[in-house]
């Protein structure tokens, strides 16, 4: 008996970022899957899947916004019911993986949350793991199995070629973030300054910018980072590159969480633009004069099409995915 190779791929959402769903969607021509997601009357959640998967590549997209915690519950349930309806392959893409920021232990008895998040991933039964410009490259260590690690330096990038004209210099948030940074800017073939900061070890969202390091005075700055939540970093940082000379500030970002305070700090800093992707959505109520959302669909879109097809990802971003 033979049977002749036959390769599906299905595109399926949770329900945090619907319209980047519906974008990636339209970049590959493949229409979203239907699935039917509820939440009990208790806040438990259901899944079910409204057709077959069996002997699918199939891609779930979800990113972990607010509610995180749900986010990541919903995601989990339709790993787990996609490998008990017999799908070849499960890849879990996710623009913004939850809790990021708890890679190690940085004082005794904390967990490390990001492989916590890892090992949850596993055990549901997911064979593949796609991400955007994670806070720390070494999470795709808590992995044993293949993690695409996907980046948007290059859609700011070009976003920086098109709007500012002249010379600029890359900034970076801290010293964690020299790396990308200097990587950022040998796309832009600019200067590169270091803003240096003390965070503290008991509060969180919590931290003092102290010093530039790098020549800002009288030159355009874009101060670069993985992700903006509270916004305290950026506007201090924003505050110091200003009183060290700075005549224009830009802050670019991949993941625009804006928790808190951060859309009445952002709008109050004396910035001259905000750019961020939609790894994480951003209602109506937290957009703002100053704030540009870019599609991160085709970097995604690509990396999917590279996956199912067997082909390399890395090359889509020319070898810079490696941060």
């Given amino acids: ?21 519906q974008d990636l969607a339209a970049h590959l021509k493949q229409p979203l899957g239907h699935v039917a997601l509820s939440t009990f009357a208790n806040g438990e959640l259901y899944c079910r899947f409204e057709e077959s998967v069996r002997g699918a590549d199939v891609f779930v997209v979800q990113t972990h916004s607010d509610p995180v915690n749900e986010m990541i519950m919903e995601q989990l349930l339709m790993i787990d019911a996609l490998k008990r309806a017999s799908a070849k392959r499960i890849t879990a893409v996710i623009p913004y993986y939850g809790y990021s920021r708890q890679d190690r232990k940085a004082i005794s008895r904390e967990p490390i949350a990001a492989r ?3 090992d949850m991933l596993s055990a549901a039964g997911v064979d593949r793991v796609m991400s955007v410009d994670l806070h720390t490259g070494q999470i795709q260590g808590f992995f044993d199995m293949p993690f695409d690690h996907l980046t948007a330096l290059p859609l700011l990038a070009e976003w920086v070629r098109r709007e500012i004209v002249g010379d600029v210099v890359i900034v970076s948030p801290d010293a964690g973030r020299v790396k990308v940074t200097e990587k950022f800017a040998s796309m832009l073939q600019s200067d590169v300054a270091i803003l240096y900061k003390r965070r503290s070890a ?99 879109a690509a990396a999917i099409r590279a996956v199912f097809e067997d082909t390399s990802v890395s090359e889509i971003f020319g070898g810079q995915n490696q941060l």
């Fill in 1 to 21: 008996m033979e049977i002749p190779t036959k390769r599906t791929l299905l595109l399926f959402s949770g329900r945090s970022n619907p319209e980047l769903a």
């Fill in 116 to 118: 916590m998040m890892a």
């Fill in 202 to 300: 008991e509060a969180h969202n919590v931290s003092e910018t102290l010093a530039v390091v790098g020549d800002v005075a009288g030159r355009r700055t874009v101060l670069v980072d993985d992700m903006i939540d509270t916004a305290g970093t950026i506007c201090g940082g924003i505050d110091l590159l200003k009183a060290q000379g700075a005549t224009e500030v830009y802050v670019l970002a991949t993941h625009g969480l804006f928790s808190g305070p951060a859309i009445d700090r952002l709008k109050n800093a004396p910035i001259e633009q905000v750019v961020v992707t939609n790894t994480v959505p951003v209602p109506e109520s937290k957009r703002f004069d100053k704030l540009t959302i870019l599609s991160v669909a085709p970097v995604i």
